[in-house]
């Protein structure tokens, strides 16, 4: 079965100073993996996907994660934190073998003092 | 182009009540899939609909069901509510399968008392 494990409920990090999310993954097939943020009342919106292609991928905002194959993991990184980052972040596996549902994670709060 | 579309955004209902939520994809997408998120048990997955079947379903009762349109749009139908039903319910459009990214829409926060 496929299942994603974030491994910190809450970061809290100072504005201008890097930002490290981790998400550990399992999937018994070739999954793709997401991470998404989600802003209070808000929808969740994609900021980047890993699909088999180059394993170190960019996203929007300055994001990027690695896909680890060996390790199982798809950890989110940033360089400098803003202030808008503050929001809760999803880490997201999708399978083919397992109808391409996506299952989450249970959520990672990222707070950005000032 | 145009986002996924939920209606109505906020819905009150009593508890014995049925609801239906409403689900606009993007234009040319075909899945359709529902998910229902709450503080404690996160984003769980409800079902997904594919060319008008329902092509996956996850672990709820079958007070939870679903359709989807031959214009892709979607609804779902929560019947006899109960109180564990409040949650905040997400639509997410894809153009075909796994590979592709999801694009979900603002949700319909139900609250049932």
């Known amino acids: 079965a496929q299942s994603v494990t974030q491994l910190d409920s809450h970061v809290s990090v100072s504005e201008g100073t890097p930002v490290l999310l981790r998400c550990n993954y399992s999937s018994s097939y070739s999954p793709s993996l997401f991470w998404y943020v989600q802003h209070p009342n808000k929808g969740l919106q994609l900021l980047l996907k890993?699909?088999?292609?180059?394993?170190l991928v960019k996203g929007i905002n300055g994001f990027e994660a690695e896909f680890k194959k060996s390790e199982t993991s798809f950890h989110l990184t940033k360089p400098s934190a803003h202030m808008s980052d503050a929001a809760e972040y999803f880490c997201?596996?999708?399978?083919?073998?397992?109808?391409?549902?996506?299952?989450f994670g249970a959520g990672t709060i990222l707070r950005v003092k000032s | 182009k145009a986002g996924v579309t939920q209606t109505p955004r906020y819905l009150i209902k009593t508890r014995g009540q049925q609801v239906t939520l409403s689900c606009s994809p993007i234009?040319?997408?075909?899945?359709v899939s529902w998910y229902q998120q709450t503080p404690g048990q996160g984003l769980q997955f409800l079902f997904e609909?594919?060319?008008?079947?329902?092509?996956n379903k996850g672990n709820f009762p079958g007070r939870f069901s679903g359709r989807q349109f031959s214009n892709s749009r979607s609804e779902m139908n929560v019947s006899t509510l109960e109180l564990g039903d409040s949650a905040l319910y997400l639509c997410?459009?894809?153009?075909?399968?796994?590979?592709?990214?999801?694009?979900f829409g603002q949700g319909t926060r139900l609250t049932v008392v």
């Open positions: 997410a459009s894809r153009y075909w399968d796994g590979n592709t990214e999801a694009f």
């Open positions: 890993y699909t088999s292609a180059a394993t």
């Open positions: 997201v596996v999708s399978d083919l073998g397992y109808g391409n549902k996506l299952v």
């Open positions: 234009s040319g997408h075909r899945s």
């Open positions: 609909y594919f060319s008008e079947t329902q092509r």
